[in-house]
């Protein structure tokens, strides 16, 4: 439910059903109860939530695409990275449950924050009305995906330097004093290379094994709702784009 001011503001058609809109809540009805008698051990459909004026609404209708007059929101890292940090993540009330209200991308945007649901209604309108085939889909993900937990995950790897060529040798000239001979051991070169390999190997090693033991220490405690916890993602047709805030693992 939203407040009586924002209430007052909402659109007429998001108060009412039209005709067309009672009919599509028939069918979807029909349809669940058909799914419910088939599968009747399966996770209820979201088919109908209700908005935010408390009004049932068939769930494909939340999808409004919607092309924005900046050239930015044309690319979908950048619509999937604005998004991102521009709502602030929701969880779901009950982790394991669809949930009962669904706000509008209107209302998302007025409000600013969003459940993994109204998160992917908002960019997959922003990717349809961008010209991307683009749909919201939903299944089961791990806690720290479903609480935007990113403290376990590593850390992205730093960006190279530049690489800069080294100057070209001046070419000999014609007349040129020879140097003297290399009088250098070729045997103790090799011993200190391999020497020098050795300590890097070893320290390596070190390495490895305290960063092994750091993640034991860091591993999360067990879920007890493992494999049970709802979640949505946004599906493209050629890319899943993961919406993991902190929902991004996009």
Same mark, same amino acid.
């Given at each position: 439910?939203?407040?009586?001011?924002?209430?007052?503001?909402?659109?007429?058609?998001?108060?009412?059903?039209?005709?067309?809109?009672?009919?599509?809540?028939?069918?979807?009805?029909?349809?669940?109860?058909?799914?419910?008698?088939?599968?009747?051990?399966?996770?209820?459909?979201?088919?109908?939530?209700?908005?935010?004026?408390?009004?049932?609404?068939?769930?494909?209708?939340?999808?409004?695409?919607?092309?924005?007059?900046?050239?930015?929101?044309?690319?979908?890292?950048?619509?999937?990275?604005?998004?991102?940090?521009?709502?602030?993540?929701?969880?779901?009330?009950?982790?394991?449950?669809?949930?009962?209200?669904?706000?509008?991308?209107?209302?998302?945007?007025?409000?600013?924050?969003?459940?993994?649901?109204?998160?992917?209604?908002?960019?997959?309108?922003?990717?349809?009305?961008?010209?991307?085939?683009?749909?919201?889909?939903?299944?089961?993900?791990?806690?720290?995906?479903?609480?935007?937990?990113?403290?376990?995950?590593?850390?992205?790897?730093?960006?190279?330097?530049?690489?800069?060529?080294?100057?070209?040798?001046?070419?000999?000239?014609?007349?040129?004093?020879?140097? $003297? #001979?290399?009088?250098?051991? @070729?045997?103790?070169?090799?011993?200190?290379?391999? %020497? &020098?390999?050795?300590?890097?190997? =070893? $320290? #390596?090693?070190?390495?490895? @094994?305290?960063?092994?033991?750091?993640?034991?220490? %860091? &591993?999360?405690?067990?879920?007890? =709702?493992?494999?049970?916890?709802?979640?949505?993602?946004?599906?493209?047709?050629?890319?899943?784009?993961?919406?993991?805030?902190?929902?991004?693992?996009?």
């Amino acid at each position: 439910m939203v407040g009586e001011h924002l209430m007052n503001s909402l659109p007429s058609e998001y108060k009412v059903n039209t005709d067309a809109e009672t009919r599509a809540l028939e069918l979807a009805e029909n349809f669940r109860q058909q799914y419910a008698h088939l599968y009747p051990t399966r996770t209820p459909l979201l088919l109908a939530p209700l908005n935010e004026a408390d009004v049932e609404k068939v769930i494909c209708t939340y999808v409004k695409p919607s092309l924005l007059e900046y050239s930015g929101f044309y690319d979908w890292a950048t619509i999937a990275d604005f998004i991102k940090d521009f709502l602030t993540m929701r969880l779901l009330e009950k982790p394991t449950e669809l949930p009962i209200t669904i706000s509008s991308p209107q209302t998302v945007i007025q409000n600013q924050v969003a459940n993994c649901f109204e998160y992917t209604n908002v960019i997959v309108s922003l990717l349809i009305g961008a010209g991307y085939d683009a749909n919201v889909v939903s299944g089961y993900a791990t806690r720290e995906v479903c609480n935007a937990d990113e403290s376990h995950d590593d850390c992205p790897p730093e960006p190279e330097p530049p690489v800069v060529e080294p100057p070209k040798p001046k070419p000999p000239r014609k007349y040129q004093v020879k140097g $003297a #001979k290399d009088l250098t051991s @070729k045997f103790e070169a090799a011993m200190l290379i391999r %020497e &020098k390999q050795e300590k890097e190997r =070893l $320290a #390596k090693e070190e390495k490895e @094994k305290l960063l092994q033991e750091q993640n034991l220490l %860091e &591993k999360p405690l067990e879920d007890d =709702l493992f494999g049970r916890r709802i979640h949505s993602w946004v599906l493209g047709r050629y890319t899943l784009f993961w919406l993991v805030f902190m929902f991004c693992n996009i």
